[in-house]
C-alpha cells in the first residue's frame, strides 16, 4: 500500500499493533514506578524519612540497573530469534512481573515491590533493542522516519500518562487494589496486541549467545565504533537522554522553586514538553521529505540551544509570594507565555533532534547485528543519564541555582554539538544542504528506491545549474561521490559541501590531465568499496535547457568497474537563479523563489547495456516536457 505520511502507519498491521504494545508498555513501566514511589514517599516518609529517601534512591537506581546487566543479552536475543515471537516472550514475563507486584501491593510488601520494579527494568532491557531492530524489517526506507517519530512521540506520551496514572490511582481509596488491577490490565492489553505484530525473521539465527555480560558489552560497543557514523548517531542519541533527563527532573523543582507553581503548573509543563517533542518528532517527516535526513541534527541542536538559554532569560527574577500558584494564576504572571513556549520549543527541536539519529542508526548498521547495536545504545544512554545526575548534584552543590544548571547544560549542548560535527562533518554538511535546498526549492522525488540500498552503482542525471549536485545528495539516502568541474568544486562556501560529500574533482585532458586521471582512480576506488558514484555525462550545464549528448566517461568508468547505472532526471530547475536561461548562471538578480522541483529515478541499467546512447534516452524520458 502506498504511504501517505506518517499518520498512514497507524492503518497499517505491520506497524499499528508494534506502536500500540510499545506504548503499553512504557507506559505500564511508569504507572507502577511512580505509585511504588509515591506510595513509599507516603507511607515510610512519615516514620522514616531518612529510609524513604534511600528507598526512593534505591528505586530509581534497581530500574536502571538492568540496562548495565542485561541490554548485551537482550541484543543477542532479539538479533538470533525471531522478533514477533520473541516480544511476545517478553510481554509474557511482564505479567509475570505484574502479577508479583499485585502480591506486592496486597501483602504491603516494599521489598517485594522494588524487587518487581527491577524486573520491570528487566523488563525493559529485553524490549529495547527489539523496539529498533524491528522496524526496518517492516517499514520502507522512506517509513522509518515516520515510523520513529511515531515511536518517540508516543514513548514520551506513555511516560507522562502512565506517571500521572500512577499518582492518581495509589491516592484513591484501596491505591494498591486499584493500581494491581491496572498494572495487570494493561500488561495484558500489551501481549494480546503483540500477537498481532507480523513476523520478522531473525537477523542471525546461528549466533551464539555470549552470556558474560561485561564481555559481551565490549564486543558490541567495538563493533558499533567500527562505524564511525553510527557510533557518532548512538553518542548523539545518548547526549539527548543526558539533557532530557535533567530537563524532567529538574522541572518540578524549577516550577515549584523558581516559578512559584504548584503541582498543577509542573503537571501542565511536562504535559507541554513531552507534547512538544512529540510535535517534533512528526515534523521530522515532513522536514526530511521521507527521507533519513542527519542535517536535521545540527537544526534540532541548534534549537535546543537556543530556548534553553532563552528559558534562563525568561525566569522570573524574583520567586512569587505566599502561596504556590495555580495554573490559572501563574499564566496571568508576566513572562509565564515565554517560560511555556521556551519549554514546547525545546521539546520540539529535542525531537527533531532524535528521530533521524535513530533512523541513521537503523540504516547504516548491518543488520545482522542492529538490535545488538540498539543494546550496545542502551548501555550508554544509562551511562550518560547516570552521569546527569551526578554532574546536576554536583553543580547544585556549588550553589548554581536550578535556572543556572539549565544554562550550564544548553551551553554544554552547543559544545557538544561542535565537538560531534566537527569528528563527523557529514552531519554539518547534510544541514547545509537541507537549509539550501528547503529554502530554495519546493522539492519531490520519485522512486529514488531505484538506488541499490547497498552495493556500488553509478547515476547518471541531466545537468541544468550549479545546484544539481546539493539537491540528488540532499534527496537521495546513500551518500553519492559526485564527478565534477574542479572549478566548481572550489567555489566558496559550497567547497566544504563537496569536499566532505566525498566530491571528486575533474578536468579536461587537455586542462590538466593529471586531475583528469586522478578523477578516474578515485571513481574506481569508491565503486570497488561499494559506494553510489554520480556524474553529469553531458560535461557542463546546458545552455538551452535541452539534454545534450553524453560524452565517454561513463563507458570508461564502468567498463572499468561494472557497476548497474540509474538514470536520474531533474525536473524543474531550468530558470533558477544558478542555471545559464537568462545568461551567465548566478548573473543576475533571482527571478523567482522556493519554485516547485522534482527528482525522478529509473530502473537501473545493467553495465554491459549501459551505452551513452541508451542512458541518455532513459534521462530524457525520466524528465518529459518539464525543463
Known amino acids: 500500500m502506498a504511504h501517505d505520511n506518517e499518520f498512514t502507519l497507524l492503518k497499517q498491521r505491520r506497524f499499528l499493533p508494534f506502536f500500540i504494545t510499545q506504548f503499553l508498555g512504557a507506559f505500564n513501566d511508569n504507572v507502577f514506578k511512580n505509585a511504588l514511589i509515591i506510595l513509599i514517599a507516603f507511607q515510610i516518609a512519615a516514620s522514616d524519612p531518612g529510609r524513604s529517601?534511600?528507598?526512593?534512591?534505591?528505586?530509581?537506581?534497581?530500574f536502571v540497573l538492568p540496562f548495565f546487566l542485561f541490554s548485551a543479552t537482550a541484543g543477542q536475543l532479539s538479533d538470533k530469534f525471531e522478533k514477533s515471537r520473541y516480544i511476545r516472550w517478553v510481554k509474557l514475563l511482564?505479567?509475570?512481573i505484574m502479577l508479583g507486584a499485585a502480591v506486592g501491593f496486597m501483602l504491603n510488601s516494599v521489598p517485594l515491590l522494588i524487587a518487581m520494579l527491577f524486573m520491570m527494568g528487566l523488563h525493559s532491557t529485553l524490549f529495547g533493542p527489539v523496539k529498533y531492530s524491528i522496524m526496518p524489517q517492516h517499514l520502507r526506507p522512506e517509513e522509518l522516519i515516520g515510523g520513529n517519530a511515531w515511536i518517540e512521540m508516543g514513548t514520551n506520551m506513555a511516560i507522562l500518562l502512565g506517571t500521572l496514572l500512577g499518582g492518581i490511582l495509589i491516592a484513591w481509596q484501596q491505591g494498591p487494589l486499584w493500581v494491581s488491577c491496572?498494572?495487570?490490565?494493561?500488561?495484558?492489553?500489551?501481549f494480546l496486541s503483540s500477537l498481532a505484530i507480523p513476523q520478522a525473521s531473525p537477523a542471525a539465527p546461528d549466533l551464539k549467545i555470549n552470556w558474560n555480560p561485561v564481555g559481551e558489552t565490549w564486543n558490541i560497543l567495538k563493533f558499533t565504533y567500527q562505524n564511525f557514523t553510527v557510533f557518532q548517531s548512538v553518542l548523539g542519541i545518548s547526549w539527548f537522554w543526558f539533557l532530557g533527563s535533567v530537563y524532567l527532573a529538574q522541572l518540578p523543582n524549577f516550577t515549584k522553586l523558581t516559578l512559584g507553581g504548584d503541582e498543577h503548573v509542573v503537571t501542565l509543563l511536562l504535559t507541554?514538553?513531552?507534547?512538544?517533542i512529540g510535535v517534533g518528532s512528526l515534523l521530522c517527516e515532513r522536514l526530511s521529505g521521507r527521507m533519513v535526513e542527519i542535517g536535521l541534527v545540527p537544526f534540532g541542536s541548534i534549537g535546543l540551544t537556543v530556548f534553553g538559554i532563552d528559558l534562563f532569560f525568561a525566569t522570573p527574577a524574583s520567586v512569587p509570594q505566599g502561596e504556590l500558584l495555580g495554573v490559572l494564576v501563574f499564566l496571568a504572571q508576566p513572562g509565564s507565555w515565554r517560560v511555556i513556549m521556551d519549554v514546547v520549543l525545546i521539546g520540539v527541536f529535542g525531537g527533531i533532534y532524535i528521530v533521524p539519529l535513530y533512523a541513521m542508526v537503523q540504516q547504516r548498521s548491518a543488520p545482522s547485528h542492529l538490535s545488538r547495536v540498539i543494546a550496545g545504545n542502551n548501555i550508554i544512554n544509562a551511562v550518560f543519564m547516570v552521569a546527569a545526575a551526578l554532574i546536576v548534584v554536583a553543580l547544585l552543590d556549588q550553589g548554581l541555582s536550578i535556572p543556572q544548571v539549565l544554562l550550564v547544560m544548553a551551553i554544554f549542548n552547543a559544545a557538544v554539538a561542535v565537538y560531534i560535527f566537527t569528528l563527523v562533518p557529514e552531519f554539518l554538511m547534510r544541514f547545509i544542504v537541507w537549509i539550501l535546498v528547503n529554502i530554495i526549492y519546493r522539492l519531490r522525488t520519485?522512486?529514488?528506491d531505484h538506488i541499490p540500498a547497498e552495493g556500488?552503482?553509478?547515476?547518471?542525471?541531466?545537468?541544468?545549474?550549479?545546484?544539481?549536485?546539493l539537491v540528488v545528495i540532499g534527496c537521495c539516502r546513500?551518500?553519492?561521490r559526485f564527478v565534477m568541474d574542479h572549478q566548481i568544486f572550489k567555489i566558496p562556501g559550497l567547497n566544504f559541501v563537496f569536499r566532505t560529500a566525498g566530491a571528486i574533482p575533474i578536468a579536461p585532458a587537455r586542462e590538466n590531465p593529471a586531475i583528469l586521471e586522478q578523477a578516474y582512480d578515485r571513481v574506481a576506488r569508491y565503486l570497488e568499496e561499494g559506494e553510489v558514484v554520480g556524474i553529469f555525462p553531458e560535461g557542463q550545464l546546458t545552455k538551452d535547457g535541452q539534454i545534450g549528448p553524453f560524452k565517454g566517461g561513463i563507458k570508461r568508468i564502468i567498463q572499468r568497474t561494472p557497476a548497474p547505472v540509474v538514470p536520474l532526471a531533474l525536473r524543474g530547475m531550468w530558470g533558477s537563479f544558478f542555471s545559464r536561461r537568462y545568461g551567465k548562471a548566478m548573473s543576475r538578480f533571482p527571478r523567482r523563489f522556493w519554485s516547485r522541483i522534482e527528482l525522478a529515478a529509473g530502473e537501473s541499467v545493467p553495465a554491459q547495456q549501459a551505452s551513452s546512447a541508451l542512458l541518455r534516452e532513459r534521462v530524457i524520458a525520466l524528465r518529459g516536457d518539464w525543463p
Not at 529517601?53 to 534497581?62: D, E, T, V
Not at 507541554?272 to 512538544?276: D, K, S, V, Y
Not at 556500488?456 to 549536485?469: I, K
Request: with cysteine.
Open 272 to 276: 507541554l514538553f513531552a507534547i512538544g
Open 446 to 448: 520519485r522512486d529514488l
Open 182 to 190: 491496572a498494572v495487570i490490565t494493561i500488561a495484558i492489553l500489551g
Open 94 to 96: 511482564e505479567i509475570a
Open 456 to 469: 556500488p552503482a553509478v547515476v547518471v542525471c541531466n545537468h541544468v545549474s550549479y545546484m544539481d549536485a
Open 53 to 62: 529517601n534511600l528507598l526512593i534512591n534505591l528505586s530509581a537506581a534497581l
Open 478 to 480: 546513500r551518500p553519492i
